[in-house]
C-alpha cells in the first residue's frame, strides 16, 4: 500500500536519523490526529471552508493510512494515538465516531490490551452541539471512545467569527463528560485566541465548573506565533489540571515558552495529521505564520528557490525537531521527552478507559 498524502524521500531519511531518531523514545503516542473516509462527508452538502491552509493538503485519511504513515516516518517505533474525525461541517459526525470506536474496538480487528496492562489506540467523538446530553452518551458508549473533540465549525449554519466555548461545548455536554470523568480536547474559537481574555475566563470558569474533564487544549491553544503564548499562558500557568497538545505548532519559542511556564508534564505531542504530511516549514512575522511550502497548494504563495525547497522535509518531521530540540535546550532530558512523546497522555487515556467500565 501506498500513502495517498505523501512520498518518503531521502531528505526525510536522513532528517529523521539525525535529528529525531536519536531522541525519539521507543513508544510514542499521537494525542491528536484526524482519520476518516470520504464517506463520512456529504459532498452534496455546501460546506465550511476558509479559503487558506490547510485547505487541499490532503483528504480523509484511514486508520489503517494513518498507521502506514507513522511506519513509514518513525521505523521501529511502536504508534499508539488518540485519534476522531475531521470535523468538516459537512461530516456525518456518528458515522465517522463510529468508524473510529470500530477501528480501535476488538470488533474491529485491532489489539485491545486490558486497560491496566496500557496500549492500545482511543477515539474522541465528534460532537454537534445541537446534540441533547442523551444523544451524546450515545457516542460516548461506543468502544474506545473516550470523550469528545468540539468544535465550532460544527454549531449550525456556521459563517466564522468570534463565537463563544460554550455555544459550540455547551454546558450540557460538560455535565456529562464531568459526571463521566471524559476527555475533551478543545479547540479555542476566537480571533485572538489564548490571547482572547474571554478565552481565559471561558477556559477557567471550565475548570472550575467540571473539574473531572480530562482537559486538553488544542495546539497550545492555536499559539502558532509568540504573542499568544506570551499573554496566554501565565494566566493558565497555576492549574496543573489545564493540558495541552502541541499538534500544529512548529514554533520553537512557542515551546520554550509552553515548556518553561507550564512545564512538560502538561503537554502531550500530536501530530494533526493528515495535515502535517505537508513538506516545508515555517516563519513568523508578528502575529504571523507563513507557510514555506513546495506544495502545490492554490494559497502557496511564499515560494523559495527550487533548491531550497528541495531540502523540505515533512512538516511534521519540522514540528518534532522543534518541540525536541527546545526540551534538549532548556536542558530537560530524556524523563521529559518521554513524558511528551508518550507517557502522559498513555497514562490519561488508560485512566479514562478505566473509567469507561461504568459509562
Ligand atoms: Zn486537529
Redesign the pocket.
Known amino acids: 500500500m501506498t500513502h495517498p498524502y505523501f512520498e518518503y524521500t531521502d531528505v526525510d531519511r536522513r532528517f529523521f536519523e539525525e535529528r529525531l531518531e536519536p531522541l525519539l523514545p521507543e513508544r510514542i503516542f499521537d494525542a491528536?490526529r484526524?482519520v476518516q473516509l470520504s464517506e463520512h462527508l456529504d459532498e452534496t452538502q455546501e460546506r465550511f471552508e476558509r479559503g487558506s491552509f490547510p485547505e487541499g493538503i490532503a483528504g480523509p485519511e484511514s486508520v489503517e493510512q494513518a498507521r502506514l504513515g507513522y511506519e513509514t516516518m518513525f521505523p521501529g517505533r511502536e504508534v499508539e494515538m488518540l485519534a476522531f474525525g475531521s470535523p468538516q461541517s459537512n461530516c456525518d459526525c456518528a458515522a465517522n465516531n463510529a468508524y473510529v470506536s470500530d477501528a480501535f474496538s476488538p470488533a474491529g480487528g485491532a489489539h485491545v490490551p486490558a486497560p491496566q496492562d496500557g496500549g492500545g489506540s482511543a477515539g474522541l467523538a465528534l460532537s454537534r452541539p445541537a446534540w441533547s446530553a442523551r444523544r451524546l452518551l450515545e457516542e460516548l458508549r461506543r468502544p474506545a471512545i473516550i470523550g469528545i473533540k468540539p468544535y465550532e465549525r460544527l454549531i449550525d449554519g456556521f459563517e466564522g467569527g468570534d463565537v463563544s466555548i460554550f455555544e459550540f461545548c455547551p454546558h450540557e455536554h460538560l455535565e456529562l463528560l464531568d459526571e463521566l470523568g471524559g476527555w475533551l480536547t478543545l479547540h479555542l474559537p476566537r480571533k485572538e485566541r489564548l490571547a482572547d481574555w474571554a478565552n481565559i475566563e471561558e477556559i477557567l470558569e471550565l475548570r472550575a465548573r467540571y473539574p473531572k474533564v480530562v482537559l486538553v487544549i488544542?495546539h497550545l491553544g492555536r499559539s502558532y506565533a509568540g504573542r499568544y503564548a506570551r499573554e496566554g499562558f501565565p494566566p493558565l500557568a497555576d492549574d496543573p489540571g489545564i493540558l495541552f497538545d502541541n499538534?500544529a505548532v512548529l514554533n520553537p519559542a512557542v515551546h520554550a515558552l509552553a515548556f518553561d511556564r507550564l512545564g512538560p508534564g502538561r503537554i502531550m505531542w500530536g501530530s494533526?495529521q493528515p495535515v502535517f504530511y505537508m513538506r516545508g516549514r515555517r516563519r513568523w512575522e508578528g502575529d504571523r505564520y507563513i507557510n514555506l511550502t513546495s506544495g502545490d497548494y492554490t494559497w502557496n504563495t511564499d515560494r523559495e528557490p527550487p533548491e531550497v525547497e528541495a531540502t523540505y522535509t515533512l512538516s511534521l518531521y519540522e514540528a518534532m525537531a522543534a518541540c525536541l530540540d527546545t526540551l534538549m535546550g532548556l536542558g530537560y532530558g530524556e524523563a521529559e521527552i518521554g513524558a511528551v512523546f508518550h507517557d502522559t497522555a498513555r497514562c490519561l487515556v488508560d485512566e479514562v478507559l478505566a473509567r469507561k467500565e461504568h459509562w
Do not use: E, F, K
Request: aromatic share 0%; net charge negative.
Open positions: 491528536h484526524h488544542a499538534s494533526d
